[in-house]
């Protein structure tokens, strides 16, 4: 047998061993030390009865008895003396000597020969003493007793009692043990490996079998005979193999499709291409076909490897980024887009949300997809009629139906259309486009979000295709909760130092300030809130904000945010309890004017932050944020819309757009970090104190205008093309590609960046009428202050952002 010290073998044998051989030795030490005290008792009372005894004579009670009957003339000294007598009270095992109490050796038995018993440190005062001493050699334990004998004489009696037989028992007794301890430790060791063995060779035979079970050998079982947690073990491995397999499979099986349905295009790309290589200088005909066969062939070659990645991402499950996302204003989109298509082809598209709101936790661009192609499967197969699109939320469940007029699906297809690469009816399906990924989209994407979708024929031979999503009824961001309760204008009352917490699906928020520890809420629409008290809040509070990355389709392509965190400022001490909100239709919250930090989110429509001190974490999806006399620290990001702020000032302030304009005018700021993927910034008759302060934009202008003096600006545009508008106390100079202006020197630096104009200057915007000629701002300056402009009531981010004409 091979024992590796690291085995679990060895280490059951050596655990196991250990503590038998512990007990074993313990039990065996107590029991010889339990039977040499035993017999050393009974030596001792052996010469205790043969004490009593001599003691009897030296000083006779009541009537004379024993030896005093047969000399009576004798005296109780004479008989104690007589050493006959002494033989006769001792025994072959034991001796009695009498000593004076100095000492000597009076008389003694013969079997002490010359030698004697150790005089006794005995005296009226201490009379008895037991002692361990070796007499002739040999060990013995002695009882010595100071006795005054007859009333007259004073004698030391002592009587030996012979340990020689005892040691030897227990010398016996301690080898028997020890050799009978070696062989079980032996046998236990033994023992120990062999029964470890037998435990651990199951799980031996089962790696064995696990090992040859390749990728290529999926399919093979264990099919473990024995029910025990082992034969438990090989259950769940082959549970687990059966998993792997069909998942497996299905992978071969979609690499398998996937490369035939990208074999059909590529193939007919590549005869495409053969055919203008041979034909393309001599026939104009072919010329032209072959190419449109190319781009026909190549754009639905990006359709499905699109569709693949979809596929991918849905699949990735737990991993997708996800934000309250509002089924009815994603549906609503998607009508509005495909609104044009459908009248092209006759049909009426109509969309009807049945309920206020159905907002789900989800990647919003996975929804719009998955709503998108059920819209774009009615309109392909539709050829009259029309496509209704309903959303609505009931029980808990956000739905979506896309009922449509078309031919329906026939009872052979409706189970297989949700497979990937499948289409129904071949013939059908080849003169309309399409990848057969389309349905498998939906359906991940609805099972992703912890939904499904199924389809059924309606009465009139059209199909319906519903999708249904749990709601977003745990609050997603700082807090978890149900909100009971439901509200159009409510006081709640909060400590001094509140955290507020708001999502609104749709409409327009507003958070203001008062002197009152309370929260008041008025909404147009139900609003559902819930109040925390200290103890629930203080562990969630978070020390940073975590933006997710979003993609947002602009007219001009794919606009990119990368996810960023934002770290919070540190709150006053509180205590800090909570609201949470969550409605949609127009709102406005009044907070205490201690509040320590606002989160509101808005996914279409706006937020307007007016006289708040304090902190803001604001994000809207579509629409706009608007800062009027805020001070603080801000977070503010709008994916699509702008970012508005007027007579505020930023202790800190992070703002960003996808696509927007982001505009601030009269502002302070100490540190500040504007930027915009596709999208104007202007920073309009604004201070900063100490800095540093970035603007830049991916796509657009920069323009800052500044007050005050002690300021470093650097300009740099990728064009160099940056104008600046400084009268005689600013010096200017060039430093790597960029226009450095020095105002007054040192203090806050500034950096504007932009790929095109970047306007540097002092003050407002409009005194600069040549640079305002080519920045296109006309409009802003007009109606400047932006403070005037009326809050946006109905989403206002979709409007695509136009570039300054040059
Ligand atoms: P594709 O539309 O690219 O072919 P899908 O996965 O979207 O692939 O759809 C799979 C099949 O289901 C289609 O080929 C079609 O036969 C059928 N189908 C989907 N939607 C409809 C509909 N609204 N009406 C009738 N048939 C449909």
Not at 652 to 674: K, M, P, W
Request: charged content about 20%.
């Amino acid at each position: 047998m091979k024992v590796r010290s690291d085995s679990l073998r060895w280490k059951i044998a050596a655990w196991y061993a250990t503590l038998l051989v512990v007990v074993l030795a313990t039990t065996s030490a107590v029991l010889v030390w339990r039977f040499g005290s035993i017999i050393y008792a009974q030596a001792r009372e052996r010469a205790n009865a043969t004490m009593d005894e001599v003691l009897a004579v030296a000083n006779p009670v009541g009537a004379p008895l024993g030896l005093q009957d047969v000399a009576s003339n004798t005296t109780p000294l004479q008989v104690l003396l007589d050493s006959d007598n002494l033989v006769y009270w001792a025994s072959p095992d034991s001796a009695i000597e009498i000593d004076t109490p100095a000492g000597y050796p009076m008389v003694k038995t013969p079997n002490l020969g010359e030698g004697r018993i150790p005089s006794a440190p005995v005296d009226a005062a201490h009379p008895v003493l037991f002692r361990n001493v070796r007499v002739r050699g040999e060990p013995a334990i002695v009882a010595a007793n100071f006795v005054r004998v007859g009333g007259t004489t004073d004698v030391v009696v002592q009587v030996a009692q012979s340990l020689a037989t005892v040691s030897h028992a227990i010398g016996e007794a301690r080898r028997t043990v020890l050799i009978v301890l070696a062989v079980a430790i032996a046998a236990v060791i033994g023992l120990s490996l062999v029964l470890a063995s037998q435990a651990i060779n199951p799980i031996n035979e089962l790696s064995r079998a696990m090992r040859e079970i390749g990728f290529e050998r999926l399919g093979r079982r264990l099919n473990w005979p024995r029910r025990d947690e082992i034969g438990e073990l090989a259950e769940s491995f082959d549970d687990l193999l059966a998993r792997l397999e069909a998942s497996f499979s299905r992978e071969r099986q979609f690499i398998s499709d996937a490369s035939h349905e990208l074999k059909t295009p590529l193939t007919s790309i590549n005869a495409n291409a053969q055919m203008l290589l041979r034909w393309a200088d001599r026939n104009e005909g072919v010329r032209r076909e072959s190419i449109e066969t190319i781009a026909h062939e190549s754009s639905s070659l990006g359709e499905m490897v699109n569709g693949m990645l979809t596929l991918a991402k849905a699949d990735r499950g737990d991993d997708i980024p996800r934000e309250p996302v509002s089924l009815i204003e994603e549906a609503r989109e998607v009508v509005r887009h495909a609104t044009a298509r459908a009248r092209e082809k006759g049909l009426t598209l109509t969309f009807a949300p049945k309920s206020d709101s159905a907002i789900v936790f989800a990647e919003p661009h996975l929804i719009r997809q998955m709503i998108g192609n059920l819209v774009d499967n009615a309109i392909k197969f539709t050829d009259t009629g029309g496509i209704d699109v309903l959303v609505g939320a009931k029980d808990g469940i956000g739905w979506l139906e896309v009922r449509d007029t078309g031919p329906g699906i026939g009872d052979r297809d409706l189970p297989r259309i949700f497979e990937r690469f499948y289409r129904a009816d071949r013939s059908r399906s080849r003169s309309v486009p399409g990848t057969g990924l389309g349905l498998a989209i939906v359906r991940s994407v609805a099972r992703v979000h912890g939904g499904n979708v199924d389809a059924e024929r309606s009465a009139t031979g059209g199909s319906i295709f519903r999708v249904t999503i749990p709601l977003l009824a745990l609050f997603a961001g700082l807090f978890c909760c149900c909100l009971p309760n439901l509200a159009r204008a409510d006081d709640i009352a909060v400590s001094a130092s509140p955290i507020v917490n708001v999502t609104l699906a749709n409409g327009n928020l507003t958070v203001r300030t008062w002197n009152r520890s309370a929260v008041r809420i008025v909404a147009d629409k139900r609003v559902d809130w819930k109040r925390f008290d200290a103890r629930e809040t203080s562990p969630r509070i978070p020390a940073e904000i975590n933006s997710w990355a979003v993609t947002v389709a602009t007219p001009r392509g794919p606009a990119f945010l990368p996810a960023e965190p934002f770290l919070l400022p540190a709150f006053s001490p509180g205590p800090h309890d909570a609201v949470s909100m969550q409605g949609f239709g127009d709102t406005t919250i009044t907070v205490p004017s201690r509040t320590a930090l606002v989160i509101a989110r808005v996914i279409a429509g706006t937020i307007a932050v007016r006289g708040y001190h304090g902190v803001v974490v604001a994000h809207v999806r579509r629409g706009a944020i608007t800062f009027v006399g805020f001070a603080g620290t801000a977070y503010a990001q709008v994916v699509a819309g702008r970012v508005v702020a007027v007579n505020s000032s930023f202790d800190r302030l992070r703002a960003r757009t996808a696509s927007g304009n982001l505009l601030f005018e009269g502002c302070r700021s100490r540190q500040i970090d504007v930027t915009a993927v596709r999208g104007t910034i202007l920073y309009d008759d604004g201070a900063f104190a100490g800095g540093p302060a970035y603007f830049s934009t991916g796509e657009g202008t920069v323009a800052v205008g500044v007050v005050g003096s002690g300021l470093t600006i650097s300009g740099h545009s990728a064009s160099d093309d940056v104008m600046l508008g400084f009268g005689p106390q600013a010096t200017t100079h060039t430093r790597g590609g960029s226009v450095v202006v020095n105002v007054g020197g040192g203090g806050a630096f500034v950096s504007a960046q932009a790929p095109g104009l970047v306007a540097l200057y002092r003050g407002k915007l409009a005194d600069h009428r040549r640079i305002l000629a080519r920045f296109g701002f006309a409009r802003f300056a007009r109606v400047a202050p932006f403070s005037a402009l009326p809050p946006p009531s109905r989403p206002r981010g979709r409007r695509p952002f136009r570039r300054p004409p040059r």
